[in-house]
């Protein structure tokens, strides 16, 4: 079968990675799309997946948002037009799923976080299959349109992707690390996400609070990043580092996204969320079970040196990517009506 993949944030690239790997050793013939945005170039060079680069943010505005949807679906539809594709997936890329109902193509989508309402409602009626985590209630689902296209999984999806990980030290001499001495690592606030739109002021103190310590800020855009270098005082990287082992070898995790929180879970690493939007079922849960912190003052913060990633942390748990793909692979199938939905990974007959 011949697959279409398509990236569209840099956090996609490590969801689909094992994916795309599951797919191709089964015989299908894969082929990868990706935006100019964040890190995802970048990091789809750093680990050998093959793409074209097919167009660019607009930015964060509703406005900016509907034309750079019109804009990058018609040009992946002009793309992939006659090339055959049977299948397409995405994590959250409203474009490929958009481009795939032009072209006629069944397509399933990924993605953690219900309260994405724009995202969701184009998605959800398009798309033939859902793939989400089981944390997530499917009533808050019915609203998009989702019905009976739900197909869970277990636990989260770092812990699928991350599986075969296992952290490389070089990453702590690449950016002049002191191992010995505590590393904190920061993710700046999705400023451009549709469900982050103020900016974050309990933010703004945390890096007061970390700057001039080993603080390693990884900045979602060129703009942050400048801004980030002027004010001084953090290590900033330039390019697409090896986050996953930064995190593993880290103290602290400090966030205001999602993935890299999930990811210092999986992880093992102490990790607190400053995310001031409305909290999704997964944080929730995992908040509920104690490995997620919600930092409500920098007061909070506690730098110290917990050991090393292959030290004293928390027992990791590793799943098996393929369910994902087994999961993504029911788009294929021919609809049919009242199709059962598929809970915790397991595939009904």
């Known amino acids: 079968m011949k697959v279409w993949i398509d990236l569209t944030n840099s956090p996609h690239v490590l969801v689909m990675r094992p994916v795309i790997a599951d797919l191709r050793a089964r015989g299908h013939d894969v082929q990868v799309t990706a935006r100019d945005f964040a890190q995802t170039l970048g990091l789809c060079d750093r680990f050998g997946i093959e793409h074209t680069a097919i167009g660019r943010h607009r930015g964060g505005h509703l406005l900016d948002k509907a034309r750079g949807l019109g804009e990058r679906s018609l040009e992946l539809t002009r793309w992939a037009k006659g090339r055959g594709f049977e299948l397409a997936l995405g994590h959250g890329s409203n474009d490929v799923t958009v481009a795939a109902a032009l072209l006629r193509i069944p397509s399933a989508t990924m993605f953690d976080y219900e309260w994405a309402a724009v995202q969701h409602h184009v998605n959800c009626r398009l798309a033939r299959s859902i793939v989400v985590p089981d944390a997530i209630p499917p009533e808050r689902l019915r609203r998009y349109g989702a019905d009976d296209k739900i197909h869970a999984y277990e636990g989260l999806k770092e812990e699928y992707y991350l599986a075969d990980f296992e952290p490389d030290p ?121 490995r997620l912190g919600q930092l409500h003052s920098a007061d909070q913060l506690e730098l110290v040196t917990r050991g090393s990633a292959d030290g004293e942390r928390a027992a990791r748990v590793r799943r098996d990517p393929a369910i994902l793909t087994s999961l993504l692979l029911t788009a294929a199938r021919p609809a049919r009506k009242g199709r059962r939905q598929l809970r915790s990974g397991r595939v009904s007959p």
């Open 170 to 290: 070089g990453v702590l001499s690449e950016l002049g690390l002191d191992a010995s001495e505590p590393i904190a690592l920061v993710r700046t606030a999705p400023e451009v996400s549709l469900y982050h739109r103020f900016e974050n002021d309990l933010f703004a103190q945390v890096l007061d609070r970390l700057k001039g310590s080993q603080t390693v800020v990884l900045a979602r855009t060129p703009e942050q990043r400048e801004q980030l270098v002027q004010a001084g005082g953090f290590i900033v990287p330039e390019r697409a580092i090896d986050a996953q082992s930064l995190i593993a070898y880290s103290d602290l995790v400090v966030s205001a996204g999602g993935t890299m929180n999930r990811e210092a879970v999986a992880l093992g690493t102490p990790v607190l969320t400053v995310f001031e939007g409305r909290l999704g079922a997964v944080d929730e849960r995992l908040i509920a079970q104690g």
